[in-house]
């Protein structure tokens, strides 16, 4: 494929991916499921795009930044250290256990002969995909239910992440390369079994400590002397490359130490991880995400319906009783106190399935009729399984209790925002200094402890910010005389009522504030203000308030 040619196929793929996302969410569906019909539009119906080896390239890149974004956004691994000894680890454990065995008794023909002809290490990794839970559909529809900080949502959610955390370990061990280092022939020994438990859990610590406590401090250095625009971004890149080289010298995929090293970054301080999210968020969303699930629509085929009929029932319902068994029998066994919610969230699948059997199926893992039938599996999981967590969510009545956001596992901080808007959290009543008032004034009636920045206006109408830090350059001598308007920040940055909380952190974090006016979004007209400490309080306090 000549270099033009591949660009013309990336720009087919990812400008029909986002168009038909656009299409999709009217309909309530999953961006995934948009990118993969593109793909499989492009690919198989229209024949206009093919796979090849720039594709390729690039499809490898989104695959490390797909798995270091789950590790950095749904790994809570603080949460899953906490929970070893409760009654949710023993539950979630049983339950991938459970799901693990069935559905292996499936891809290693021992229960049923399918005629698959797995090796172990396939069969294994397969049936850890089949063993897996959807932490971002379980969580997204928490919030659409809004019982994410009730005490039956942080069950469900630590419950899925131990899972999920547990089923990842196994697909892990299950596509390290030691495992095909034996040949087909000589399978895995327990001494090898134990050599790739010890890389995986070595490699796991070195990243781990170098992630969170070297790297924080070598970033705040380089930020020190250097003060280079998207320092941030472009080092934690970089090393995400530079540790899927690592894992890969070490014998494990690269995609397992690119999912490490996001768990280990979501330690990370806050300032740091605001830095360098939008930037990796950006890149993803727009471009490599779409491609690397077009890519898998580019792949799927029909080749699946030329399996036996009993064949392909057993692939699809097997493993889905596997998985109904252990999520099920595990939290009735543990007598947990809502079992039913807590089985449906665990019976949740979502998009790393089928960027894992992607990744099988490129390693000659799994052949093209057993990829397109289980991408489909997962597609037509991704659209149920919301209606029946909703569905056993609306079982369960409504008791008002609510958990306080600092006993929330950590990586369910920035799910709390999700979907809340500025004028959720608008005082329309505050009131705020006049231009015309001295500084001397001002600092005497209105500064308050704490807060660095105020809005100023002129009769009602927005003048601009002015900032403590910028007084300390103005002798107390001149307080009495001078007005607020000689010392307002020019070029207020503004956000409307209806733009996501989310999004107007973030712009505090870029423009160095902790205040932001707020304007009517059709009248440009000033409505009032928000502050970062009432963002801050917005994750910290009950869910009650909201």
Partial sequence: MELHEALLSLGLLIVGAKLLEGVFKRFGLNAIIAYATTGVILGPVLGIVEAGREIDIILSIGIFIFFFLIGIEE??????????????????????????????????????DLGL???????????????????????????????????????IFTAVVIAELIALFVVGFAISQHFYAGGEEEGL?????FTIIAQILGFTVLTWLFSTKALPWIIVQ????????????????????LVVVGAEEVGLHGSLGALLFGAALSMLPYQVRRDIMPGIRSSADGFFVPLFFASAGLHLSMAFLDLPIATIAALVLIPLAGKFAGAFLSTYIVRLQEPFAISTGLMAKGVAEIALLLLLFQTGGIDEALFSLFVVV???YMLLSPFGISFALGRIKDTGEFTDAL????????????????????DRSRNYAEQSMTVKAFA???????????????????AGIVSLSMLRYLPRTDWDETPLSQVLRENTPSVSENELIEDALQQMIDNSLTVLPVKDEETDRFIGSISSSEVLELITVTARGH
């Fill in 378 to 380: 997962m597609l037509g």
């Fill in 117 to 155: 002809n797995l090796s172990f290490e396939h069969a294994l990794g397969l049936a850890g995909i089949l063993s897996l839970s959807s932490l971002g559909l379980v969580a997204k529809v928490l919030v659409d239910e809004g019982r994410l900080k009730e005490p039956v949502g942080v069950q």
């Fill in 222 to 241: 380089l930020h020190r002397f250097l003060r280079v625009p998207q320092l941030s971004f472009g080092v934690l890149l970089g090393g995400l490359f």
């Fill in 407 to 426: 006993h929330l596992p950590p990586s369910m901080v920035p799910f709390a925002l999700e979907g809340i808007k500025v004028g959720d959290i608008l």
């Fill in 444 to 462: 005497e009636y209105w500064l308050l402890p704490e807060q660095h920045d105020y809005v100023i206006v002129d009769d009602g109408k927005l």
């Fill in 189 to 193: 020994t327990a001494l090898g079994a």
């Fill in 75 to 112: 790994l809570d691994i603080r949460g899953f250290i906490a929970s070893v000894r409760g009654r949710l680890f023993l539950a979630a454990s049983l339950s991938v256990a459970i799901s693990l065995l069935i559905s292996l008794g499936v891809t290693l023909d021992f229960l049923f």
